[in-house]
């Protein structure tokens, strides 16, 4: 048995003799003995060991055996320990009964019998034994459990904190699909109020543009056209930046080297932005091409620019920046990894808020005075940078200045030089027979009215059925112009049966935004409403000479972007071969 494992076993009694005989009996056990001669002595040794049984004379001279039972029941500490009496005289059943009620747990008469009280205290002191082993492994299980319970808690609120950390995320996210279902909404909205207010100001710009030349003489009447064409002009940049946020403004997307863009703006700039403020343009001149519609990028960084502007009412300093990023997903918010171009507009204005900022790109959103802003610039820029593939971020602290980032993905396809030297202009000389589709009467008649004033002859449809049979029936057809957005059948549709009947036959496509459909997408010449007359003859001009595919028509929009298409394939122009023979009509001299 190891050390650790023995129990402590007290031996009681006035002669030394006896406890001799105790000691020689019990030695077989293995067990830790003590010898104590008195009642004080007793009571000393058990205050200053674990003792496990106590085999006690009942008749000791100071302080008999119940005596001492009775003093050593009294501690805390042996309440339950073993108390054996040992007794030659007092043995009587009534003795018996004291000795019990003293807390003796056995009474054994002398002359004792060796292999009896051996196997009493071996009893006794086994049970100790096992019930402090049952003690240390009930601690243990304590331990553990309390361990357990502490891990448990753990685990629960971890899990705790990632159901609430999910939860926000959860509700981040549906907060974020609402925003966008809520954008996307407004964007359509805005689109089709956009796309119907552009037919309505390409019918008004059109017809003030010909009421001029009849007013040319008149200054007063001549004031009042100007007047009025000043206004559209400002409807049509209006709805420009209604379509930008919506992203389906018209765009012409060029590879071009930004730093180039941006050092040809800088005399622009400084005229725009006055002597009080501080223009820095830092360009790292190995930024490689990013695909882009570059007249609607000087826009947006001038709008970036008049926007610092305010935001610097004492004057201070616009720093413009180009630089090459390389982000993995996740860096911001709605890119993919990749390279990209990044430019930077920083201003030392006033800066914004948080609750500003988060509502910077809401669409009509502005903290400038009524009359000052439309609260379309920013939104505008946001969705330019998106329809590019990119993406724009806001950095901005109150009174510490602004700072906005687009980003665009950089372009492994070649820059584009200038076409404008080889771009058509003009009427496309003629006069030429137009067939000219448009469901709507009012700007059809504007159109026709205008094409007339060049000295054109115009046979007008209202559906792209009519165009068809019109198209089958007249053999001196020499362009066709056709509105996108019509019910039934498309005009992006209708170029696609025009291509397969007559291929030589050129076709040009108007529409109040960009959402076509179809193979044509990318070799139709497009012009963007509202257009003036001189669009309108770039446009015809590029149908009747037959530019290489991928170039643009040329012209400057309203809104400031280029009005421009891909031209048809470079192939000799012939008239329409119908399919239903029917009378030639001459082209007027």
Not at 182 to 202: C, I, M, P, R, Y
Request: glycine letters at 8%; a negative charge.
């Amino acid at each position: 048995m190891d050390a650790e494992d023995k129990v402590n076993i007290l031996l009681v009694d006035d002669q030394a003799a006896k406890l001799l005989t105790y000691e020689a009996i019990l030695a077989d056990l293995g067990e830790n003995l003590f010898k104590a001669t008195s009642a004080n002595q007793a009571l000393e040794l058990l205050l200053r060991n674990e003792v496990a049984v106590v085999l006690i004379d009942v008749c000791m001279p100071d302080l008999d055996g119940f005596e001492l039972a009775a003093l050593i029941r009294q501690h805390p500490r042996f309440q339950a320990t073993a108390l054996i009496f040992v007794s030659a005289v007092q043995v009587a059943d009534i003795d018996l009964l004291r000795g019990y009620a003293a807390g003796a747990v056995d009474y054994v008469p002398v002359p004792v019998i060796p292999d009896l009280l051996r196997a009493k205290v071996r009893v006794f002191a086994e049970l100790y034994r096992k019930t402090k082993q049952l003690e240390t492994l009930n601690r243990e299980l304590e331990r553990r459990v309390a361990q357990r319970t502490a891990e448990l808690e753990t685990a629960n609120a971890e899990l705790e904190r990632r159901v609430e950390m999910r939860t926000r995320e959860r509700e981040a996210a549906l907060a974020q699909i609402h925003e966008m279902q809520k954008l996307e909404s407004l964007g359509k909205l805005t689109g089709g109020v956009a796309h119907d207010f552009n037919n309505l100001l390409t019918a008004v710009l059109g017809n003030l543009e010909l009421l001029r030349k009849y007013v040319e003489h008149d200054a007063r009447q001549r004031r009042l056209v100007d007047s009025a064409i000043q206004g559209a002009e400002r409807g049509a940049t209006l709805t420009n930046r209604m379509l930008a946020f919506a992203r389906r403004q018209e765009l012409r997307p060029e590879t071009i080297h930004l730093p180039t863009l941006i050092e040809g703006m800088a005399e622009m700039l400084s005229r725009s932005l006055g002597p009080s403020i501080e223009i820095s343009i830092d360009l790292d001149p190995e930024v490689p091409p990013a695909r882009v519609d570059p007249n609607q990028l000087e826009l947006a960084i001038l709008n970036l620019a008049l926007n610092g502007r305010d935001a610097m009412t004492d004057g201070g300093r616009l720093t413009i920046t180009a630089r090459t990023e390389t982000l993995v997903a996740g860096d911001i918010a709605g890119l993919p990894g990749g390279h990209y171009v990044c430019i930077a507009v920083t201003d030392t204005g006033s800066g914004m808020d948080d609750a500003i900022l988060k509502r910077a790109t809401e669409p009509f959103f502005t903290t400038k005075s009524p009359g000052h802003g439309t609260g379309l610039g920013l939104s505008m820029v946001d969705g330019l940078v998106a329809q590019s593939y990119g993406a724009m971020r806001i950095l901005s602290e109150k009174g510490r200045g602004t700072r906005v980032e687009l980003r665009l993905p950089v372009s492994d396809l070649p820059v584009v030089k200038n076409l404008d030297a080889v771009r058509p202009k003009g009427n496309g000389a003629g006069p030429w027979r137009i067939l000219l589709v448009d469901d709507d009467p009012i700007v059809a008649a504007s159109t026709s009215a205008m094409l007339e004033d060049l000295g054109h002859s115009i046979v007008e449809a209202d559906s792209a059925r009519r165009a068809l049979e019109v198209l089958r029936s007249d053999g001196a057809i020499d362009a066709v112009i056709t509105d996108h957005a019509m019910p039934g059948t498309s005009g992006t549709e209708l170029a696609a049966q025009v291509r397969r009947e007559w291929p030589h036959l050129p076709v040009g496509l108007i529409s109040g935004y960009t959402e076509l459909s179809g193979e044509l997408r990318t070799d139709l010449p497009r012009l963007a409403k509202p257009y003036r007359q001189e669009q309108l003859a770039d446009l015809l001009a590029t149908l009747v000479h037959g530019e290489s595919a991928g170039q643009a028509v040329s012209g400057q929009a309203v809104s400031g972007q280029a009005v421009s298409g891909q031209a048809v394939h470079g192939q000799e122009r012939r008239r329409p071969q119908p399919v239903v023979s029917g009378p030639r009509s001459r082209r007027p001299p």
